[in-house]
């Protein structure tokens, strides 16, 4: 199958919705202009009395026939678009019926879904062209660690859209699968376990590492102080602090006993609904202070990677204001960035550097990176960062260098 066939192939009825859905909203928006020109000509020609005596079947013909091509078009994008938010649909349906104000919604809404369906068909284009390549077909396999308050859940992904793109290329992945709010050694001693695991199912020698936030420092600590290193090829750590944070000490320094017990009991009563067993709130987070990941950090880093054969690198993010960043991180965004100075809505950029390489990402314009965006959490396209082809070229560089 040649790769236009593959395209045409890969573009699934949600996708092919979306596209008719547009062409009907640009034939309505083309077609009512033209429309409402001839029936403004016939006016002027003929007059108002004669045009509405003579022609009135042709202004109620278009009525009808151009409510048909929007109603038509606006439910196909409305149900078929995943770039579209609430907020954007919402105000769709408040406006729809005041002059001006529903042109001007109909526009954004045509915009967001038109990116939509060329970002997605031309991504669908790209993985076809190089799908024999199996760019991201690494020696070993991929080992995906999530970070804190989350879990892996097989319906909802902690990486998004991300993994799917990733196997599109030929990886293999396992997930570290352990609680989502433990202190960083019980972590460690969990994920211990859970990579024996993998390797025994999967026959491989040994993995790759990526590790978002808190689950680069669990796996440091794991390589560290267990006997995995001998299974590691490679660990890197996405926006992983690890100098901490030092907004979360001052916080948990500051705020009374009470609240925060109360807000552990919260978390932890949540967690253990979402299915673990043993959450601990107070000390998974007092494990990201500053103080605390400095002294991690500086008994992890005492380990020789190197002398084990483990490459080694990080990657951080930068948000550029605080609207970047979906709640919460919009509203934690300038209190990290006046304690720990330049951030990603959680993790300032100082804490990011670790390892043999080191990459700061961020975008043009006002937008930026959030530590949530770099694990595609809302599952958004960002103008100027594809997080998904970032993680097919992080993956594709480690098959090149033998990996």
């Not at 954007?88 to 529903?102: K, W």
């Not at 045509?110 to 760019?135: M, P």
């Not at 991300?162 to 433990?182: C, D, F, Q, W």
Request: with cysteine.
């Amino acid at each position: 199958m040649d790769s236009n066939k593959k395209v045409k192939a890969s573009i699934g009825p949600r996708l092919r919705t979306l596209g008719t859905g547009c062409t009907l909203l640009i034939i309505f928006l083309i077609t009512t202009v033209i429309c409402a020109g001839i029936f403004l000509g016939m006016l002027i020609v003929n007059g108002i009395e004669e045009t509405f005596v003579n022609y009135w079947v042709y202004p109620v013909a278009v009525i009808v026939v151009e409510n048909i091509i929007f109603w038509t078009g606006i439910i196909m994008v409305y149900l078929s678009s995943r770039q579209l938010g609430a907020k954007v649909r919402i105000v769709g349906v408040l406006v729809g019926m005041i002059p001006v104000l529903h042109l001007i919604a109909l526009g954004i809404i045509l915009y967001i879904c038109l990116n939509e369906y060329f970002f997605e068909t031309k991504k669908i284009k790209l993985d076809a062209q190089r799908h024999d390549e199996q760019i991201c077909k690494t020696k070993y396999p991929l080992f995906m660690i999530h970070g804190i308050f989350f879990r892996d859940f097989k319906r909802f992904n902690y990486w998004g859209r991300v993994p799917a793109e990733l196997k599109k290329n030929g990886a293999t992945i396992y997930y570290g699968n352990h609680e989502s709010a433990e202190t960083v050694a019980k972590s460690a001693e969990k994920l211990a376990e859970r990579l024996r695991e993998v390797i025994k199912e999967s026959g491989a020698e040994k993995v790759n590492i990526i590790a978002h936030s808190k689950g680069g420092l669990d796996m440091k600590y794991a390589i560290a102080h267990t006997d995995i290193a001998k299974y590691v090829a490679s660990i890197t750590t996405i926006n992983t602090p690890h100098r901490g944070c030092e907004f979360a000490e001052y916080i948990l320094n500051k705020a009374p006993e009470k609240s925060k017990n109360a807000v552990a009991a919260a978390y932890n009563a949540t967690l253990r609904g979402l299915g673990d067993k043993s959450p601990d709130f107070l000390e998974a987070v007092g494990d990201l202070t500053a103080t605390r990941c400095r002294e991690i950090s500086e008994d992890t880093d005492k380990f020789d990677y190197k002398a084990h054969g483990i490459y080694t690198q990080s990657v951080g993010s930068g948000m550029r204001h605080a609207i970047s960043g979906a709640f919460p991180l919009n509203m934690s965004f300038h209190l990290v960035k006046y304690f720990d100075g330049p951030n990603d809505g959680l993790v300032g950029e100082p804490s990011f550097r670790w390892g043999e390489n080191y990459q700061f990402l961020t975008c043009r314009g006002r937008r930026g990176i959030s530590h949530g965006d770099m694990i595609d959490l809302n599952r958004e396209n960002l103008s100027g960062f594809d997080v998904r082809e970032f993680y097919v070229q992080l993956v594709s560089d480690l098959k090149n260098r033998g990996l």
